[in-house]
Every structure is written in structure tokens, then in C-alpha cells.
């Protein structure tokens, strides 16, 4: 199942035109695939998980179609606040709490992935995205936005754990990283909302689906996670 969030960066290009029959026909040939290679795939897969979120962030910012000064410079910004959190979030405990990075994520600095500035990128965009589809107030964009991307925090944390993207201390997942991860993504959707761009909704749709539906398979693929 690991090829999954691949396939579906894949499809953005495509407009997100991929029908559940076909999420659920592709994620039973990947286990089956995933079951006869046992251990062997995920260890050559898993590495990957850095490229695949700096693929999933080309195909976004391809597919979204604005190349403006103002888009490149905002996405600058998201991406070195997130990089910037995740570093003082690490390396104090202050932040999400008292946590280390695997090595499936790749290369650090100062203790953290630096493909976790994309991580914040692709999360951030994505929300804001979806969200601003239904409204265009900006109380409600940013509160919204940032309430989604605290909940697909939720759905990543246990998996994360499992896959080697990170480890806490007290192995739970403490309550005040969800705080922690509100109060940065209200930061971050300030920026995006005064920022005035566009994103499109079905490319948003496409990347947080392809990741969203990547973990919810690991949750099966796991089985139940405490």
C-alpha cells in the first residue's frame, strides 16, 4: 500500500477523476502485492515518502496553474514557518510535546526532515483549498481550514508512528500537540487568507484525498491502533 499516495498525486493531473470502485480494486492488487513481498517492498518504498511529498507538492503547484511572484513568494513562507515550527516543536518539547523523527522521512536539519516544510505546505494549501470553495469569509476561512488540518493530524499521528515518521516520548500522542498544531496552522491560514490567492478545489480535494485515503489503508493494513 505504499505505492498509494504516488497514484494518487498522480491523479491530479487528471482532474481527480478517480472513482472509489477504482481506489478499492487498486488497494486490494497493492496488498496482495504488499503481502507477497511482506517487509521487503515496504522497506524499499518507505524511503521514498520524501519524494513522494515533493512530487504530490509539483504536481499541486503544476496543476494549480500560478506561477505569480506573490503565489511562489506565499509558498516560501508556509514552507519555512512549518520547517521553523517543527524545528523549535522538536528540539523544546514546547510546542506538540516531547518527540523525535524517524529516518523514513530523509534528510535533517537541526533534528528535523526538511521535507517537512513541504509536509506543512501541501496540508496548508490543500485546506484552504477545500474550504474556501464553501465560504469566502475570512473568520471562516482560517478557523475552518486550520480545524482541518488539526483533524488530519489526528488521522496521521497513530500511523506516523507505526511507519517510522516520527516517536513520543510517552508513546500516546499528547493532547497539547493538537493545540500546538492549531495554533500553527491558524499562523499559517493568516498568511494563505491575507495572501489573496487562488487554489483550485479539485487539485486541493486530489492531494488531501491521496494522502487521507494513504492512512486510512495503513489503519487497515494495521489493524486497530492505540
Known amino acids: ?3 498509494f499516495n504516488i497514484v494518487g498525486a498522480l491523479s491530479i493531473l487528471y482532474g481527480t477523476n478517480i472513482q472509489l470502485s477504482d481506489i478499492y480494486i487498486l488497494s486490494n492488487k497493492l496488498s496482495t502485492l504488499n503481502s507477497v513481498f511482506n517487509t521487503d517492498l515496504s522497506s524499499i518504498i ?12 509539483c504536481l499541486f503547484f503544476y496543476s494549480n496553474n500560478n506561477y505569480s511572484k506573490s503565489f511562489i513568494f506565499l509558498c ?29 522521512l530523509g534528510l535533517k536539519l537541526f533534528n528535523t526532515p526538511l521535507v517537512m516544510g513541504i509536509n506543512w505546505l501541501n496540508l496548508s494549501l490543500a485546506s484552504f483549498g477545500v474550504i474556501s470553495f464553501f465560504t469566502e469569509k475570512k ?12 483533524s488530519l493530524d489526528y488521522i ?3 500511523i506516523a508512528i507505526n511507519l517510522d515518521f516520527w516517536s513520543w516520548q510517552n508513546v500516546s500522542v499528547p493532547i497539547h500537540n493538537y493545540f500546538g498544531w492549531f495554533f500553527g496552522a491558524i499562523i499559517v491560514q ?18 488531501l484525498g491521496s494522502q487521507l485515503t494513504f ?4 489503519y487497515l493494513n494495521y489493524g486497530n491502533i492505540s
Do not use: D
Open 139 to 150: 473568520f471562516l476561512l482560517i478557523l475552518l481550514s486550520s480545524l482541518l488540518m488539526v
Open 190 to 207: 493568516i498568511l494563505i487568507v491575507f495572501s489573496e490567492q487562488k487554489i483550485n478545489f479539485k487539485i486541493a480535494v486530489g492531494v
Open 76 to 104: 516560501f513562507q508556509v514552507f519555512f514557518f512549518g520547517f521553523f515550527i517543527e524545528v523549535l516543536g522538536v528540539n523544546t518539547g514546547f510546542i506538540f510535546g516531547e518527540y523525535s523523527y524517524g529516518k523514513t
Open 46 to 57: 518507505l524511503p521514498l515518502t520524501q519524494l513522494n511529498l515533493l512530487l504530490i507538492f
Open 215 to 218: 492512512f486510512l489503508i495503513q
Open 1 to 3: 500500500m505504499f505505492f
Open 156 to 158: 496521521i499521528e497513530p
